[in-house]
């Protein structure tokens, strides 16, 4: 298996009371209720959490991008790749979502992806991502065009990336008259590409053609959907007419490591019961907006997506139940991740070892603990 080391950057001095007293911690969610300060602090922290990682063994360190919100502070996920450009030797830096639909001239992205390339020596791999529904709050833009957008931004990033320019691109939504990519990407043809997703069935379609195979990242599901979405790509590369390689599907989630299971429960409770409930949890109308999924779409991630709505507080107990977490001593973890590889045959692991208000002393032993005690005896 391959080991990325991911993280949210979530805002932990949040003050809980106040949250509570809005509907969302992203877009509506007063900024009033961030101290800068604290702020720097954070960012201090995890960006020292990330580069230890490479020292700890793990084959990539990943961040992402979202928009007003305290869930992650990265509105800009390729600054924080710079910084860690600048930190690191040898580990891949996954950017592992870049909202392609949220910009109104792609080149801008393959630019900066092209820049970060050269600046790392080819150690960035790329994740496109349409943005969760509230994006498109925080953006104002129309989400019913978010898929379209989406391809033809995609279309748009690896024609600058890999065709000798200047051309011109002629697109539904995005129409340059030059398109000539200054610097081009140290990789080549250009950086790989990684699609993380909820299990959306036209993502997993997309992801899995033949003329692109991208790995497929289920993301915050329980094990039963990992193991059903996974598998819905290895079926549609099957249609396709080829096998899907291990190393086109992936899982992302928390895990927490500790001696026993008692303590990983009782340590990992307040970060893994933050994030899920103060930090993620959104109303379903700006979670999934009006035309940002097919109803058929809808129906299926309503049905299957009931346990993250807006009934009472989850509990730790819950998550880890329904391998949501995955929390647990060394052992218990092992198991945990050999049995979705046995159902699926995931190669690419992405372990979000810090989550909600974990703080950093338990996130450094949790990082230790994976990379010592887990991550050997999956490698082979």
Known sequence: MHFTCFHLMPYRPLDFAERAKHRSAWVVL?????????????????????????????????????????????????????ALIQRTKTVKIAILGRALPLVNNPVTIAEEFAMLDNLSRGRIITGFVRGIGT??????????????????????????????GPFEFDGQHYNLRYVNLWPRPYQQPHPPIWVPSQGSSETIRWAADPS????????????ELVIRYLTMYRDQ?????????????????????AETDERAMQEAKAGVETLFNDYLNNPWEMLLPPGYMSMASLKRTIAMRKHLGTRGRLTV??????????????????ERIERVREATGVNRLVTMLQFGVLPDHLTRRNME???????PKLRD
Do not use: C
């Open 212 to 223: 692109r195979k991208y790995p497929f990242l289920v993301t915050f599901s329980a094990e």
């Open 135 to 164: 994006e498109y709050h925080a953006t104002g833009l129309n989400p019913t065009f978010s898929h379209e957008r989406y391809q033809e931004a995609h279309d748009l990033i690896v024609a600058a990336w890999t065709k000798p």
């Open 317 to 334: 107990d819950e998550l880890v139940n329904s391998g949501t977490v995955i929390v647990g001593s060394p052992q218990t973890v092992r």
């Open 30 to 82: 007063p900024n009033s209720l961030y101290d800068p300060v604290k702020g720097a602090d954070e960012y201090e922290s995890y960006i020292d959490q990330l580069t230890y990682a490479e020292k700890l063994g793990f084959d990539a360190i990943g961040v992402n991008e979202h928009h007003q919100t305290a869930y992650g502070m990265m509105p800009a996920p390729n600054l924080i790749a710079s």
């Open 369 to 375: 603990m994976f990379a010592s005690e887990v991550m």
């Open 237 to 257: 590369a099957r249609e396709l007419g080829y096998e899907a390689s291990g190393d086109q599907l992936g899982w992302a989630a928390p895990v927490y490591v």
